[in-house]
């Protein structure tokens, strides 16, 4: 049965839909239907929102098949909860009208350990 990467797929999911608010917020603000309207902050907003949506998922992914296969709980939850606190710093590092480089950088490297890490891990587990 599949018990933890539900959790972490559920507050990522959450975070997305947060992601998604502040585009249509700012879209509606500014009048802009299509693109960016050349508003910098639409932009950054969009472009947060669209890194949650090009990472989370593959790495949620990764960590089910994991699951799937019998890792550990207390190595999935520290996966799961990796990639959510660097999803959380990358959206909160990149998405800010002063973006704070760290952050998104710390969130950006916290999403590619847990990528490797699982992909690893589910190589040693299939062979």
């Known amino acids: ?10 507050l990522i999911a959450l975070l997305f839909v947060v992601l998604s608010a502040r585009v249509i917020m700012r879209r509606r603000s500014k009048l802009v239907a299509m693109g960016d309207g050349g508003d910098k902050d639409l932009l950054r907003a969009m ?6 949506a090009e990472y989370a998922p593959f ?8 699951e ?8 999935l939850h520290l996966l799961g909860l990796t990639l959510l606190v660097g999803r959380i710093l990358h959206a ?6 002063d973006p704070i480089l760290i952050l998104r950088q ?22």
Do not use: D, E
Not at 1 to 10: D, E, K, Q, R, W
């Open 1 to 10: 049965m599949i018990s933890v990467t539900p959790i972490y797929a559920s």
């Open 92 to 97: 909160y590092g990149f998405g800010r009208a």
């Open 59 to 66: 790495a949620l992914l990764l960590l089910v098949m994991a």
């Open 106 to 127: 710390t969130g950006m490297l916290m999403t590619f350990a847990v990528i490797l890490l699982a992909a690893l891990s589910n190589l040693g587990l299939a062979l």
């Open 68 to 75: 799937w296969q019998g890792a550990a709980h207390w190595y």
């Open 47 to 52: 472009r947060a929102h669209a890194n949650c």
